[in-house]
C-alpha cells in the first residue's frame, strides 16, 4: 500500500508562487500527478500535471505550473508560478494510474488559497 503525503499548501497573493510536494511511503515509479478541487464544485476534479513516460499539463497551467519528481527522495513537485485567485483550490498527490484510467493512489490533500 502507498501513502502519499503532500505539504506545501498555504495562502498568497496573486502573481506569486508556491511549491507542492508529495513524499511516497515507498519507492514508486509508476505514473503520478496533481489533480485540484476548486471549492464550491464537489464534482469538479481536475487532472492538472503529470509525468510518466510524458508530462502532461492542463492548458489551465501551461507555462505556468511545472511538475517533476526526485525519484531518490520519493518525492514529486509541482512549482507554480505565476499564481491566479482561479488556482484556488484543494490540490490532491496520485500515484499510478490503473488501466482503467484512475489513480490508484491519493494523498489527503493540501489547500491553496490565492488572493489579490
Known amino acids: 500500500q502507498v501513502q502519499l503525503a503532500e505539504s506545501g499548501g498555504g495562502s498568497v497573493h496573486t502573481g506569486g508562487s508556491l511549491k507542492l510536494s508529495c513524499t511516497a511511503s515507498?519507492?514508486?515509479?509508476?505514473?503520478m500527478g496533481w489533480y485540484r478541487q476548486a471549492p464550491g464544485k464537489a464534482s469538479d476534479l481536475v487532472l492538472i500535471?503529470?509525468?510518466?513516460?510524458?508530462?502532461v499539463y492542463a492548458e489551465s497551467v501551461k507555462g505556468r505550473f511545472t511538475i517533476s519528481r526526485d525519484n531518490a527522495k520519493n518525492t514529486l513537485y509541482l512549482q507554480m508560478t505565476s499564481l491566479k485567485a482561479e488556482d484556488t483550490a484543494v490540490y490532491y498527490c496520485?500515484?499510478?494510474?490503473?488501466?482503467?484510467?484512475?489513480?490508484?493512489?491519493w494523498g489527503q490533500g493540501t489547500q491553496v488559497t490565492v488572493s489579490s
Open positions: 496520485v500515484a499510478c494510474e490503473n488501466r482503467r484510467g484512475a489513480f490508484d493512489y
Open positions: 500535471a503529470s509525468i510518466g513516460d510524458t508530462t
Open positions: 515507498i519507492h514508486i515509479s509508476c505514473k
